[in-house]
């Protein structure tokens, strides 16, 4: 797997403060370019970027595929991440917008090429409801490839005792789930073909960028930092699924 986009993103110096403000979270660049070279994107196509946060993901996929993008988020602020977009020179091939992922989405059937998402699909897409719906806005031959958190066996009833404090935050046990719990829901799903389910290689790379910008003086950063310190590498991972749409 090719990782220069990242590797060139990342040790631009110009790059340094947008990462700072844009990274809540592993180091989407990373993740996209990974997520995407599964794929075969080209200039002539339409993505939508869901849950794109700050615009990371986003800006990969113009930057190094020319891709028309609708970079949509719930909780990131268009008119910032389209600043963001214009610093770099791709606000023309972006088009920020606020979504909830939860309700029907404004578009129209079999509208997009890709359905793409990195960081957030867990927050939104752990129902049987959603994959299907979500299929049906992507053109017959086209993709949903996500990525997203998750953990290399699921915990069930026995969470280790260094994550209880973590996992006592509410909802936590429902985002973060084991590859075979979602290899199953996905299963279910009418109307794809599974391509792959398999864990990422660049979890630990992502990750370690993310938290070396932290402040552990911080209460709000301190807790990932505490967190992923817990976790000592033991049972986390990030999850791709990629699925053609028939």
């Keep these: 797997m090719s990782t220069a986009f990242s590797d060139k993103f990342v040790a631009d110096e110009k790059n340094s403060a947008l990462l700072r403000e844009a990274m809540w979270g592993p180091n989407g660049i990373r993740q996209a370019e990974e997520l995407a070279s599964s794929l075969t994107i080209t200039k002539d196509m339409k993505i939508l970027d869901l849950g794109c946060g700050p615009g990371l993901s986003a800006i990969y996929l113009a930057r190094e595929h020319g891709a028309t993008i ?3 988020d719930l909780y990131s602020d268009p008119t910032e991440n389209h600043g963001r977009f214009q610093s770099l020179g791709i606000a023309d091939n972006i088009i920020p917008m606020t979504l909830d992922a939860t309700q029907p989405l404004p578009f ?3 509208y997009f090429d890709v359905i793409f998402s990195v960081g957030a699909y867990n927050m939104f897409g752990d129902t049987e409801e959603m994959l299907p719906n979500f299929a049906s806005h992507v053109k ?3 993709y949903i490839a996500v990525a997203f958190p998750g953990l290399k066996h699921d915990f069930g009833g026995n ?3 260094e994550m209880q404090p973590f996992w006592d935050v509410p909802d936590v046990a429902r985002f973060i789930r084991g590859i075979e719990w979602w290899k199953d829901l996905f299963g279910k799903a009418d109307g794809i073909e599974i391509l792959d389910i398999s864990e990422m290689a660049c979890h630990d790379i992502a990750w370690r960028e993310y938290l070396a910008k932290l402040d552990p003086g911080n209460p709000d950063e301190s807790w990932d930092l505490d967190m992923m310190r817990a976790e000592s590498g033991k049972y986390y991972n990030t999850i ?6 028939v």
């Design 159 to 161: 969470v280790p005792p």
């Design 140 to 142: 017959h031959g086209g």
């Design 70 to 72: 609708f970079a949509a």
């Design 108 to 110: 129209a059937k079999r």
């Design 240 to 245: 791709q699924l990629i699925a053609k749409v």
